[in-house]
């Protein structure tokens, strides 16, 4: 298979070259021809399968045929849950899209607004946005959506757990009836059905994972330790290991800010990216890491949502996230489109049900190790992945953790076997499946408009502005929702 056969024309095909892929992956083999066919598509694929150039590929290429956005217009809408994603996704639309006469922008709150309704003024072909910022505009008549023909929720499972609906159907009210609609999502969940009734209709369906089960590349490992000796553990796999880049998840704000402190005081270069922190901060925080100043960014789960570091290698979970879904997003930074990951989660005896809660989500028990010198106090108990009859109990065989003094053995928690930390086993191979080619749109290509670099500029804006929090891509903390808490769980965080 190669992006030739995809029906993609040759300004595309030569930026995607440029770009140096090869073949496309499994979600672009599906996704390509399937949005080229004109048709709602909704696609389950998870962040790191390379789903942003399979809907924004096709998308400039059925835009390069029409004609121009003209004063304010938009003719392709995609809507992402994060300034960080928006940001990202605005880069890809710039780097794939460079040959061609399109016109693209970014929108999202936590920067001056008034740049933004100037770049709109000439109308774009393509606005990446966050929901709030971009309801801004338009009650400010800084856009219009009467020229609107294709319309893309990127994530749309994390919108709904940052309690995005609302503006969503707000979005939905005034964009013209008429328009080709595209779905992606990490999962497939009876919510996210919920709100692909009423907004794809006779949806193509693709999906390259399977429901909740994690990428094919990542090699996951769980270390049990203390929790007051997580910062040693990670220190010492960091240097045992000679990590260079390494993305951390903490479960709070606080957490986060307090790691990337004790990482730096042993002299491992650390940044933490979160909710309270700047746009500025947090963008200059990520382009630190991705050219390697720093080695390890600590985030939060909202923050780190969405990030697109090439092949990143190493990502631990320094606490295990209290929504087990979460779990499968993390380990989505690592291991991405056919790189090799390794996911590795320091976990307590308190988080032994988020632990039971993760391996019956993904079916199957992960494999253990020790960090040599910081063994546990408590053996962590061994999750049991028998399916219960309802109402039966659904935690841990042994739900309370026993200690270590009762146990004779501390190698291994849960007979599977032991790797030494930093080499941890493969994870399990992911599916791949059908979807058929289709119709090509036609149109004729009138527009003269110069092609830009949006998504960089976004970022430099985003920077130099560097101003407070806005609920775009931050939705307030009232109108977070998590799903499925785990009961006993930590408090849940805020971002
Ligand atoms: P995404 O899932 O869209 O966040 O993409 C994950 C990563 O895969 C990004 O760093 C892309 O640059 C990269 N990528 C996307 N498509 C391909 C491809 N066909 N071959 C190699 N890398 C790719």
Not at 90 to 117: D, N
Not at 132 to 153: P, T
Not at 273 to 279: A, E, L, R, V
């Amino acid at each position: 298979m190669s992006f030739s056969s995809l029906g993609l024309s040759a300004p595309i095909l030569t930026a995607v070259t440029d770009k140096g892929y090869q073949t496309p992956s499994p979600i672009q083999a599906q996704a390509i021809p399937a949005v080229l066919s004109g048709k709602d598509v909704m696609a389950a694929a998870q962040t790191g399968t390379g789903k942003t150039a399979g809907f924004t590929l096709p998308l400039l290429e059925l835009l390069s045929q029409g004609p121009r956005a003209r004063n304010k217009q938009v003719r392709a809408l995609v809507l992402t849950p994060t300034r960080e994603l928006a940001a990202q996704v605005a880069e890809s639309v710039t780097t794939y899209g460079k040959h061609l006469p399109l016109r693209s922008a970014v929108v999202f709150g936590g920067v001056g607004i008034g740049p933004q309704i100037s770049r709109l003024q000439r109308g774009v072909d393509i606005l990446v946005a966050t929901p709030g910022r971009l309801l801004d505009l338009y009650q400010q008549q800084a856009l219009s959506f009467s020229q609107l023909e294709i319309l893309v929720l990127d994530e749309a499972d994390r919108m709904l757990d940052m309690g995005f609906i609302h503006d969503i159907k707000k979005i939905l009210a005034i964009l013209p009836p008429k328009r080709q609609n595209l779905m992606f999502s990490a999962t497939f969940s009876d919510e996210i059905r919920t709100l692909a009734k009423g907004l794809v209709h006779n949806p193509v369906e693709v999906s390259v994972t399977p429901r909740n089960s994690t990428a094919n590349t990542v090699a996951q490992l769980i270390c049990p330790v203390d929790k007051s000796k997580k910062s040693a553990a990670l220190v010492k796999l960091i240097q045992q290991g000679d990590w260079q880049q390494v993305l951390v998840f903490s479960r709070t704000k606080h957490g986060a800010n307090r790691l990337a402190k004790a990482l730096d005081a042993k002299g491992i270069t650390a940044a933490a990216i979160h909710g309270n922190k700047s746009q500025g901060a947090r963008t200059k925080a990520l382009a630190n890491f991705k050219s390697g100043e720093i080695r390890v960014l600590v985030a939060t789960d909202i923050a780190a949502r969405g990030l697109d570091i090439d092949q990143l290698p190493q990502v631990v979970n320094f606490d295990l996230p209290n929504v087990p879904e979460d779990y499968v997003h993390r380990i989505g930074r690592t291991g991405r489109a056919g790189a090799d990951g390794k996911a590795i989660s320091l976990v307590s005896d308190e988080e032994a049900k988020l632990l039971a809660d993760i391996e019956r989500l993904i079916g199957k028990n992960l494999p253990r190790t020790l960090v040599e010198g910081l063994e546990p106090s408590h053996t962590l108990p061994e999750t049991d992945l028998t399916p219960k009859r309802h109402g039966q109990h659904k935690g841990p065989r042994n739900p309370k953790p026993k200690s270590n003094s009762q146990r004779s053995s501390n190698r291994s928690g849960n007979g599977q076997g032991s790797d030494k930390a930093g080499q941890p086993r493969r994870g399990d191979q992911a599916q791949g499946n059908k979807e058929g080619q289709g119709r090509r749109r036609t149109g004729a290509s009138t527009g003269t408009s110069k092609p830009t670099s949006e998504g960089q500029q976004a970022q430099n804006q985003a920077q130099n502005q560097g101003k407070q929090e806005h609920r775009d891509g931050n939705a307030p903390a009232r109108r977070r929702r998590r799903r499925r808490p785990s009961q006993g769980a930590p408090k849940p965080a805020t971002n």
